[in-house]
Structures are given as structure tokens and as C-alpha cells.
């Protein structure tokens, strides 16, 4: 399986766009995939769950999760005190140094929280090519990365960063993944989400 760096990402996003996959039908696969994820790690119902959200793409994916968690029975809150769950939709794999600001914050508040952490993409804090960790970064127990794993998940120390890992298909045509360095485009035809 090919492990892509945050520019071939990039590039795969954008030939996905160009060749009429929008952004909101991929934000709409990944927040269906985050349910199915719950599923799969037997996370009760009746737990509550924050989602927290920074911008872009990331963001847009946990403003998904959170709909379709509702929509499937789950409780997702906005009282952060009350968390059970909490998913980082914070940083992208964009990330360009350490977390600065609110990010910073909002890391260091969800890994003070002591609640477990499930990640898009990556962890917030990890660069998705290196596989470097910045402090502050999440430590998540699992992590639901999309369209092709992250370079990053080669190197053990993101890997510790990132508990299981999980591929999930957000729809990207097979011949895409063609123009990423003659890439294989992942396993997708089982049902489900694949563990890498």
C-alpha cells in the first residue's frame, strides 16, 4: 500500500475536484466513515462526544461527523466539560510547525481532558509527511485517515501518536490515484473501513 505525503494529498484533492468529486461529497463520505468507525470500536451510544473543529477541509469533516453521529443515535455535545469521545478535526495535514494560538490551546485542553481522542486524517500536531511531532499534538486512540495513508504513519513515533489506524474511501475515482507517483489506489472493494 502507498503511503502519500501532505503534497500528493493535495494534489489528489484537487484532481478529485477537477474531475467533478466536489469537497462537500468527500466531507460528506468522511463523517459517514467516522460513524462506521464508532461502530467498529464499540463505542456506546449513549456516550457523549465532542467534536472539535478547526478550519478547512478538517473542520468541514468534523462538522459531518457530527450530523451523522447525531443522525445515527449518538450524543454529540457542545459542552465540552461533558465529553466522553472527543474527535480532532482541528489540523490538517496543512500543518506548517507547531500548533500556534487557539490550536494550541484547544490541543492542550483536549489532551488534558483525559477522555479518549479520535483523530481525522492525523493527529493535530504531526505532519503528515515526516511523521515529526510537534508540541503540543494529539494523542489519539485511534485515528480514521482518508483516500491513502499518510506518509507520517511509516514513522513509530507518529504511530504512537496516532493509536489504530483506520483508511477509509471518500469516493476519489480509481484512475486518480494513477497521478499520485503511480500509486495503487487502495483496497476499497470490502465493505468497510480498511486497518492499516
Same mark, same amino acid.
Given at each position: 500500500?502507498?503511503?502519500?505525503?501532505?503534497?500528493?494529498?493535495?494534489?489528489l484533492d484537487?484532481?478529485?475536484?477537477?474531475?467533478?468529486?466536489?469537497?462537500?461529497?468527500?466531507?460528506?463520505?468522511?463523517?459517514?466513515?467516522?460513524?462506521?468507525?464508532?461502530?467498529?470500536?464499540?463505542?456506546?451510544?449513549?456516550?457523549?462526544?465532542?467534536?472539535v473543529c478547526g478550519k478547512g477541509n478538517k473542520g468541514g469533516d468534523g462538522l459531518s461527523a457530527a450530523r451523522h453521529l447525531t443522525n445515527h443515535g449518538y450524543r454529540v455535545s457542545v459542552m465540552p466539560r461533558e465529553a466522553g469521545v472527543i =474527535?480532532? !478535526?482541528l489540523i490538517g495535514y496543512h /500543518?506548517?510547525?507547531?500548533? +500556534?494560538?487557539?490550536?494550541r490551546e484547544a490541543i492542550e485542553w483536549i489532551n488534558n481532558c483525559g477522555k479518549k481522542v479520535v483523530a481525522y486524517d492525523l493527529?493535530?500536531?504531526?505532519?503528515?509527511?515526516?511523521?515529526?511531532?510537534?508540541?503540543?499534538? =494529539?494523542? !489519539?486512540?485511534?485515528?480514521?485517515? /482518508?483516500?491513502?495513508?499518510? +506518509?507520517?504513519?511509516?514513522?513509530?513515533?507518529a504511530r504512537k501518536k496516532s493509536g489504530r489506524v483506520f483508511l477509509a474511501d471518500i469516493g476519489i475515482p480509481e484512475f486518480l490515484y494513477d497521478k499520485i507517483r503511480n500509486s495503487s489506489r487502495p483496497d476499497f472493494t470490502q465493505p468497510g473501513l480498511l486497518e492499516i
Open positions: 500500500m502507498y503511503f502519500a505525503t501532505a503534497k500528493e494529498m493535495e494534489r484537487e484532481l478529485a475536484v477537477k474531475n467533478g468529486l466536489s469537497v462537500l461529497q468527500m466531507m460528506e463520505l468522511a463523517g459517514w466513515h467516522m460513524v462506521s468507525l464508532f461502530e467498529l470500536l464499540k463505542i456506546p451510544k449513549k456516550t457523549k462526544i465532542v467534536v =474527535i480532532d !478535526a /500543518l506548517n510547525g507547531a500548533p +500556534r494560538g487557539k490550536f493527529p493535530s500536531g504531526v505532519d503528515a509527511t515526516t511523521g515529526k511531532y510537534f508540541a503540543p499534538c =494529539i494523542r !489519539a486512540f485511534a485515528t480514521l485517515t /482518508l483516500a491513502l495513508p499518510k +506518509r507520517a504513519f511509516l514513522k513509530k513515533e
